[in-house]
C-alpha cells in the first residue's frame, strides 16, 4: 500500500511540474508572438516623413495598401495599390508597389529603428535612362493610430 502511495505522490508531483513547465512555455510563446504583432505593419497604419511631404499609409493587408502624401506645399495625393510584402526579420520589411501613374516605389521599414530606406523610380521626358528616374530617400517611420 505504501508503494501504491507513493507511485501516486511521485505522478502528481511530475505531472504537476510538467503542466508548470508547458504554462511557462505557453506564455513566453504568447509574449513573442505579442512582440511579433507590434512589429508588424499588416492591419496597422504608419507615417513615413520624409525630406519633401508625409506620408500616411495604412496597410490593409499583405497585399493591399491606401497612402495619402502631402507635400510641403500642401497638396494631397492619394490611392489603394497593390503591394507586394516580404518580412525580413521580426523589424525588417520590404514593401514594393507600382502605382496608376507609373510611379514605383520600394521601401525598406525597420520598425524598430523607425526608419525607412526608399527608392522611386517615375516617369521623366527629359531623362535619356528610358524616360525614366530614380532616387533613393531616407525617412523617418512611427506607427500611428
Request: hydrophobic share 35%; with cysteine.
Amino acid at each position: 500500500m505504501k508503494t501504491l502511495f507513493y507511485f501516486i505522490a511521485i505522478s502528481l508531483i511530475i505531472t504537476s511540474c510538467n503542466n508548470s513547465k508547458q504554462e511557462t512555455n505557453l506564455q513566453t510563446q504568447n509574449t513573442e508572438r505579442l512582440t511579433e504583432l507590434q512589429q508588424l505593419l499588416v492591419g496597422k497604419k504608419g507615417k513615413i516623413t520624409f525630406p519633401e511631404m508625409i506620408a500616411e499609409v495604412n496597410y490593409l493587408n499583405d497585399s493591399t495598401l491606401h497612402w495619402k502624401t502631402t507635400s510641403k506645399e500642401g497638396i494631397v495625393v492619394e490611392g489603394y495599390e497593390k503591394m507586394y510584402y516580404k518580412k525580413l526579420t521580426d523589424n525588417l520589411h520590404f514593401l514594393n508597389w507600382i502605382e496608376k501613374d507609373g510611379w514605383t516605389v520600394s521601401q525598406i521599414i525597420d520598425t524598430k529603428a523607425g526608419t525607412v530606406k526608399a527608392f522611386w523610380s517615375f516617369a521623366d521626358e527629359k531623362s535619356q535612362r528610358g524616360k525614366r528616374t530614380s532616387m533613393f530617400v531616407d525617412g523617418k517611420f512611427e506607427f500611428i493610430n
